[in-house]
């Protein structure tokens, strides 16, 4: 490990030219993660990015760390890997919508449900970017793409509810026009220890422009959506005068004064769950920001225990104990 | 001397052949073992479906295969004995337990008449004994509830093998105690049984003939062990980590009959070995690659199914070019197949079965002790050439049981990994004299690279596009692959030196072959048998070899894989398929008579 020196955001730029279309939600993600490494304190050559397939998963190409550029879906499956082999490591996930929550969505599951201390950046962009338009797991349902020319018939997965069910110990959300939140919301994730799962949502300038305007654009974010916050109440609104009111179970919008606080680490995730469940009411604004941090063993640090208690019980096998097992035999 | 045991899937007959194996390793026996098991955990009970078999080959002499046709059979109900008196031997003894004769085991059975009273098995010597009500006497005073004493039985009908044989109880007595350290009352019920039934035997002298096989006189000295082919790969794997100077990683999903390597790994977690069951094949060897990325040697253990979903991610190994091994324990398929038969059908799957210009270097291994040295080979191939490497084994050998003299620990030749760590100059594609590329782990300053599935430029390994950077590169993948030729020997035939006719052979069909051409050219043929471990790259100097005699066969279990890859890589000769695809491994006879004929074709 080299000494431990102030990192700017610049060092994280690889010598590639970054190839995604003019005006890309992806640009200000890119600067969001150089920008949040280089403030973890952590020696450069131990970060590890790792990506599947898909417009977001030329990523680790512009990232001056090692890296790998994988198979449609595995990026998970392959992290994995690498944080259980070597738990040193700052293991970054990064996907998309299809690569992440289609192909890959049984790695998605089963990386959050054991807890694999990485961080997963998922872009959600709500379309299939790189094969130029088709729908995409998150797609809302009726729209036309390329394979729905006639409405897409397919009920869309909330990523958010989805990482909370398969028992993500972090997750979180924020927007590509937002750098300031999405620098919170990546240093809160880097901050985690565990799985940590941030849902960005991401324009895709080309096949998908405007999908999330309704809620991002300067003019209606303060009205449509709200920031929570760790232990401040839930407040929203252009002049900040409207807050939500929950009794766990039910929202309800009420004056500023009269807003709940905010606590990502209850025990249940129900009022996470609760709280995704305002992306379906059109009267209601998104929440933002992160809507779970709990804490829980990871898998790489008890893999590493469990060796270590093995062979402290039994010592460290030689190659003799492995082949000379008690059950041999002399010929003479 | 080959014995075997049949009965119900339920009724322990694997855990008796085991045990009547281990303890015939422990006298001195060379032996060889034949587990044959239905796919289905508990089949109806008594049914032909249900039949779960074991077969045991052992003599002062060495063996090569489990044996022909039995000369002991042990059928535990009507089921059992249909399904396996024909392979008796004329004049075998047959011992059945008459206490499972009823009219309704032998309607479940598909009987229409009793067998053991219709005249079927004239020809051979038939005990039969009420093993079913004899154990529950020997039991009679233990506090067992009657269903637990009589799953005893099995260990009775072991008693009365053992006298047969003059076989030691204490092993198994030895193994019961273990076994049973939590329920003393179990391992001295099996225990009473198993006495019971060897005193039996010598009371009555139930059989005309009492054997006593002697030690194996020429055994080469040293210390053995008894094997099993899965266990064997997994301990093998661990140690060719070890002599590569990596730790190993297991990255893998149960699949039968590959199962047991990830389930011995487990337990070797104080050999610094991380085993992580994941969530399907695919995850599998992915996070073998992720390992291997990081630094360690990567692993991933499969069947034929299993293979096929792997094939994306080891195409992502090939032009990552990190070393990888898969292992895939073959077994019957198509598809789902015979998941409990041997089958050698995916020799071709793991030669070309990956998407673009994707060679990847094949080993097989042909017996239980033999997959030690293949693993350990494997571990070799992947550390020094940056390449996945594809293990071939099959459901015989993986269940298969045979002595293994064990190799001198300081005599294990160790071929330790360098990482890169210089950063003057570093590129992670440029290459050793071997055209390995630089392996460089993250945590290393200085070295920071990315490397991924898109084609890379040559020289930089940034992404490239060009079109003879990709032509390069395919020939450059495809020269280090072939390179592996310059490490590995030249198998020499076994055998006349030429004459009139050659047996190629590769995996768990050595065994047969080799007692097949051992009796033809005992009888004054001139006959030879090659075995091949390396199957790619195949190894130099088989022109020469193939030219010294008049025909070549290549016998299979599949529908002449290896013929038809020899056949497009050695135009000039002709090989002979023979081909056997029936879930059941050659039998030296079956071969013998096969090759007799080919050397009458005119």
């Known amino acids: 490990m080299s000494e431990l020196q102030q990192l700017k955001a610049k060092d994280f730029k690889s010598d590639q030219e970054v190839r995604w279309c003019p005006g890309c939600g992806d640009y200000s993600i890119l600067s969001g993660v150089q920008a949040t490494m280089a403030d973890m304190g952590v020696p450069q050559e131990n970060f590890v990015i790792v990506s599947g397939i898909g417009c977001s998963s030329r990523f680790p190409y512009y990232m001056e760390t090692y890296g790998m550029h994988s198979i449609h879906g595995r990026a998970n499956a392959i992290a994995t890997g690498v944080k259980v082999a070597n738990p040193d490591l700052s293991v970054w996930v990064i996907t998309g919508d299809g690569d992440g929550l289609s192909i890959g969505g049984n790695h998605m599951i089963h990386s959050l449900r054991r807890n694999v201390d990485m961080k997963i950046i998922l872009f959600n962009n709500e379309i299939y970017g790189l094969t130029k338009g088709q729908y995409s797991p998150t797609t809302p349902m009726g729209q036309r793409t390329k394979t729905s020319p006639y409405g897409s018939l397919d009920a869309p997965f909330n990523p958010i509810q989805l990482a909370l069910g398969a028992g993500a110990t972090f997750v979180a959300r924020t927007m590509d026009v937002n750098p300031k939140h999405m620098k919170t919301v990546l240093r809160a994730a880097a901050e985690h220890k565990g799985a940590a799962f941030v849902e960005v949502w991401q324009n895709c300038v080309i096949f998908n422009d405007g999908a999330f305007k309704s809620w991002t654009e300067k003019a209606v974010r303060d009205e449509e959506t709200v920031n929570l916050v760790a232990g401040e109440k839930m407040i929203f609104g252009k002049d900040q005068d409207k807050g939500l009111k929950t009794d766990g179970c039910k929202i309800e919008i009420c004056s500023a004064e009269d807003a709940s606080v905010w606590d990502p680490t209850h025990e249940s995730p129900g009022p996470a769950f609760v709280m995704s469940q305002l992306d379906n009411d059109p009267n209601m604004p998104r929440p933002m920001g992160v809507l779970r941090s709990v804490s829980r063993p990871t898998l790489d640090q008890q893999v590493w225990d469990q060796v270590g208690a093995v062979t402290g019980t039994k010592g460290e096998g030689s190659l003799k104990d492995l082949l000379y097992t008690k059950d041999v035999w002399e010929v003479k | 001397m080959t014995i075997r045991f049949a009965g119900d899937s339920g009724d322990g007959m694997q855990l008796t052949g085991m045990q009547f194996t281990a303890t015939t390793a422990t006298v001195g026996n060379d032996l060889a073992t034949f587990p044959d098991f239905p796919a289905e955990i508990r089949a109806p009970a008594g049914t032909r479906a249900g039949v779960s078999g074991y077969q045991i080959h052992f003599s002062s002499r060495d063996i090569y295969t489990p044996g022909d046709d039995p000369s002991v059979l042990v059928a535990m109900n009507p089921a059992a004995l249909i399904t396996n008196y024909k392979d008796l031997k004329p004049g075998g003894i047959l011992l059945v337990n008459t206490g499972a004769f009823t009219e309704s085991d032998l309607k479940k059975a598909g009987l229409d008449s009793n067998p053991l009273t219709d005249g079927t098995l004239s020809g051979y010597r038939v005990v039969k004994e009420d093993i079913n009500q004899r154990t529950m006497e020997a039991l009679a005073d233990t506090e067992l509830s009657k269903k637990d004493k009589l799953r005893c039985k099995n260990f009775y009908t072991l008693g009365m093998v053992y006298w047969l044989y003059s076989r030691p109880l204490e092993p198994t007595m030895e193994w019961l105690k273990e076994k049973f350290a939590k329920k003393p009352e179990l391992a001295e019920a099996n225990t009473k049984a198993l006495k019971a039934g060897y005193n039996h035997g010598e009371l009555l002298r139930l059989f005309q003939g009492h054997y006593e096989v002697p030690k194996v006189e020429n055994a080469p000295k040293g210390t053995y062990r008894n094997i099993m082919g899965n266990e064997a790969l997994a301990i093998g794997l661990v140690a060719g980590a070890r002599l590569a100077g990596l730790k190993a990683f297991l990255g893998s999903y ?349």
Not at chain 2, 273 to 292: F, K, L, P, Y
Not at chain 2, 506 to 530: N, P
Not at chain 2, 571 to 599: N, T
């Open chain 2, 254 to 602: 149960p699949i039968t009959p590959a199962t047991d390597i990830l389930q011995h790994m487990s337990l070797l977690k104080n050999y610094d070995v991380i085993t992580c069951q994941m969530e399907d094949e695919i995850a599998g060897i992915c996070t073998a690659i992720g390992a291997s990325f990081a630094g360690r040697l990567g692993m991933t253990t499969t069947s034929g199914p299993g293979l096929a979903l792997k094939t994306e991610a080891a195409g992502l190994a090939v032009i990552t070019e990190l070393p990888l091994v898969i292992v895939d324990v073959q077994r019957g398929g198509p598809s789902t197949g015979l998941p409990t038969k041997v089958e050698q059908s995916d020799l071709l799957q793991a030669m070309f079965g990956r998407n673009g210009e994707a060679p990847i270097p094949v080993i097989a291994c042909a017996t239980p002790s033999d997959a030690f040295d293949c693993a350990v080979e494997a571990c070799r191939i992947a550390t020094q050439y940056m390449t996945p490497v594809l293990l071939l084994s099959d459901n015989y050998i993986a269940n298969g049981a045979e002595p293994w003299k064990l190799p001198v620990i300081d005599e294990l030749k160790p071929f330790p990994v360098e990482f890169a760590t210089d950063p003057e100059g570093f590129s992670p594609y440029s290459r050793d004299e071997k055209l390995a590329r630089n392996w460089a782990k993250p945590g290393t300053p200085g070295l920071m690279h990315r490397i991924g599935g898109l084609e890379k430029d040559a020289v930089t390994g940034n992404v490239s596009y060009d079109p003879e950077n990709h032509m390069k590169m395919t020939e450059i993948r495809e020269a280090k692959i072939m390179g592996i030729r310059d490490s590995i020997p030249t198998p020499q035939p076994h055998g006349a030196e030429s004459g009139d006719l050659l047996v190629v052979a590769w995996g768990s069909t050595m065994g047969a072959t080799r007692a097949a051409v051992e009796r033809l050219h005992k009888e004054g043929v001139t006959v030879a048998h090659l075995h091949l471990r390396h199957i790619w790259p195949l190894p130099q100097g088989l022109d020469e070899i193939f030219s010294r005699y008049k025909k070549i066969v290549v016998p299979e279990m599949n529908m002449g894989q290896l013929a038809r890859l020899l056949q497009s890589e050695y135009p000039d000769y002709r090989f002979k398929k023979f081909s056997k695809v029936m879930g059941k491994p050659f039998r030296a006879r079956e071969l013998k008579a096969h090759f007799a004929e080919i050397l009458e074709e005119k």
